[in-house]
């Protein structure tokens, strides 16, 4: 890449155009937030096990493993029920990221050792 296409690919805060024109700092991995994306998108559609995503999309579970990792830790994603996956036979959860097949927990209850109970 010469120094004129190195120029137009850079903003003027220092971050560098990603495709579609979205900007990402030097040594972001833009592909995180595309297959992050997917996947998410994926678990909407309708209750999945990692792997049938993974098969669906052909993202890597590992990968899949630690994006409902971080989704779960923002609250975006639920284990809705437990049963046998498809493709393996195995008990596993099925997530989904639709907040209208999420289970109410109960605050309260949840916060009962904070108050010193």
Do not use: W
């Amino acid at each position: 890449m010469n120094t004129n296409q190195k120029t137009e690919t850079m903003t003027t805060n220092g971050k560098e155009n990603a495709p579609g024109g979205a900007t990402k700092k030097h040594g972001e991995d833009i592909h995180f937030v595309t297959q992050y994306e997917t996947v998410y998108h994926s678990f909407k559609k309708r209750p999945q096990t990692m792997l049938e995503v993974s098969i669906a999309t052909g993202i890597l579970r590992a990968n899949i493993c630690r994006y409902v990792a971080e989704m779960q830790r923002k609250g975006q994603i639920q284990i809705i029920r437990k049963g046998l996956d498809s493709y393996t036979r195995f008990k596993a959860g099925f997530y989904s990221t639709d907040e209208s097949l999420f289970t109410k927990s109960n605050v309260s209850q949840l916060n009962m050792f904070d108050n010193g109970i």
